[in-house]
């Protein structure tokens, strides 16, 4: 952000020309046949994009009960925005290939890549495939790793302080040991602790989110020039490679000499495991790594403090979980396979996480006009995307939706035929937050796995509630991603024996 701040009569002059673009251009006639919410005046349209700042979710849960079912439209500052809900249109969008409806360059432009990570994230997203094989594979024979972190992050950053209570910043904790565990898992020790490579790995996080959206806020034509003032890649880059660049020489060095033995078994060696030519150069490795950071930081971070958050006001499910966490540890250890048994823990998280999606999920950008099965075509160049938010809040799919019921999955279970559905891995049309299909978050099982563990290790060592025993803090609404809030506090204290 200090580039941008060095370059403000810059920016200023960007803005104006903002301003100028959006109000000459042309409307967007193609898709005068999709209903809108709000105005589809190219003046009036502007106030929507403003609203969609605060308002987006409102906006398409406007929409969606509205047009359930078929399209619909809203504008953004970055462009109109086509939603789509209902089981049908939903699994048209699963089913349509990548190059009719392309899953790489809606991510790429959502959060413009090509400035805020690196073009290659977009144009050859191997690591991908490393994140869903490899990582997941490799669960079940790292998960001690996984604890040994959990357990020495949260004695070092949530320490022993005898019968008080203590308060912490609460998203920015979990940030911080959500990076140490993920990281050494993907890096490993020492490295997972430096205490520079942890605070890069965070700042990288939110560097790509908030600089992707300012991004966004211009025409296509200014997003190049705007991207190189506020791009942070290349120091990022050159800062990491002082951390993990030795680790790739070195990995690269034995390759040579033919010895793997003595390899670590981590997220570089994974990735040199399948790389090939120019994919093999440190910078680019540096990238991948920086990359797959910032996807289980800032999801699973967001995870456990929303689910925190339900544990904190509703105390009464923390006794039923926190025995079914006992028994299955003293059965079966802390293993990959105990977290799986853990039905009531699984149900929570999924739950808070059925209440905490953002507004849109399962961006898509249109290759080639596309007609759905109900006959409406979409032109070529238009971004649509799921409702997800108002999905998750239809009474016809989730009774009483609006109203938290932490173990509504492990009774759904129950039923007869449904014991090994209704996980929080699970996918669905009816539950969205890992997405659907071949492009559904390659990731979700590390991720489900800690989280289970996070919050199994918390349940077990501490009591935990909210500053004066308040309500659950409101979620925080921007441009359709729910962040839980980003100033609230817990109060930990350790458990008694």
């Known amino acids: ?119 290659q994230i977009r144009t050859d997203p191997y690591h991908t495939a490393i994140v869903r094989t490899p990582l ?129 078994n981590n997220l570089i060696s994974w990735l040199l495991d399948e790389a090939q030519g120019p994919q093999r150069l440190p910078r680019d490795l540096v990238t991948r790594v920086l990359s797959i950071n910032f996807a289980a930081i800032h999801t699973t971070s967001h995870a456990l403090t929303h689910a925190l958050f339900y544990l904190a006001s509703c105390p009464e499910y923390v006794q039923p979980m926190r025995e079914e966490v006992e028994a299955v540890i003293e059965a079966d250890g802390w293993t990959k396979l105990s977290m799986g048994k853990m039905r009531k823990l699984d149900s929570f998280i999924r739950e808070s996480q059925r209440l905490s999606i953002g507004a849109v999920i399962m961006s898509r950008k249109v290759v080639k006009d596309f007609t759905f099965s109900n006959g409406v075509t979409i032109p070529a160049g238009t971004h649509i995307a799921v409702t997800s938010n108002a999905t998750h809040m239809d009474p016809t799919l989730y009774e009483d939706p609006h109203t938290f019921k932490g173990f509504r999955f492990a009774e759904m279970r129950e039923e007869e035929g449904e014991s090994i559905k209704h996980l929080l891995v699970s996918l669905s049309p009816d539950y969205l937050v890992f997405g659907l299909g071949r492009h559904a978050c390659p990731g979700r099982f590390f991720a489900a796995n800690e989280l289970k563990a996070m919050l199994a290790y918390i349940l077990l060592n501490y009591d935990i509630k909210l500053p004066n025993d308040g309500p659950r803090p409101q979620n925080q609404w921007f441009m359709g991603a729910a962040s839980p809030n980003r100033t609230a506090e817990l109060m930990f204290r350790k458990r008694k024996d």
Not at 84 to 102: H, N, P
Not at 152 to 170: K, L
Not at 190 to 205: A, E, G, I, S, Y
Request: aromatic fraction near 8%; glycine fraction near 6%; proline fraction near 6%.
């Open 1 to 119: 952000m200090i580039t941008m701040l060095g370059a403000l009569p810059t920016t200023a002059i960007l803005l104006g020309a903002y301003f100028l673009v959006r109000f000459i251009r042309a409307p967007t006639h193609k898709l005068g046949h999709i209903p809108t919410v709000g105005s589809s005046n190219i003046f009036l349209s502007y106030f929507d994009a403003l609203r969609y700042f605060r308002e987006a979710h409102e906006m398409i849960q406007e929409g969606y009960e509205k047009y359930n079912g078929t399209p619909f439209k809203v504008s953004t500052m970055a462009r109109w925005l086509v939603m789509v809900s209902g089981k049908d249109m939903i699994e048209d969008l699963r089913r349509a290939s990548d190059d009719e409806l392309s899953f790489n360059d809606a991510v790429g432009e959502s959060i413009q890549t090509d400035y805020t990570i690196g073009p």
């Open 136 to 264: 997941t594979r490799n669960l079940a024979i790292k998960f001690t790793d996984i604890k040994d972190e959990i357990s020495t992050a949260f004695e070092e950053i949530v320490p022993n302080t005898g019968n008080e209570w203590t308060t912490f910043p609460a998203l920015s904790t979990i940030m911080h040991i959500v990076c140490r565990t993920s990281n050494r898992l993907f890096v490993g020790l020492p490295l997972c602790r430096d205490p520079d490579w942890v605070k890069l790995n965070q700042q990288f996080t939110v560097d790509v989110i908030v600089s992707g959206q300012i991004i966004n806020m211009f025409p296509p034509i200014l997003r190049p020039i705007v991207g190189r003032l506020l791009t942070t890649v290349p120091s990022s880059i050159k800062r990491a490679m002082k951390h993990i660049g030795p680790q790739i020489e070195a990995q690269l060095e034995r390759e040579k000499n033919s010895s793997h033995d003595d390899n670590p």
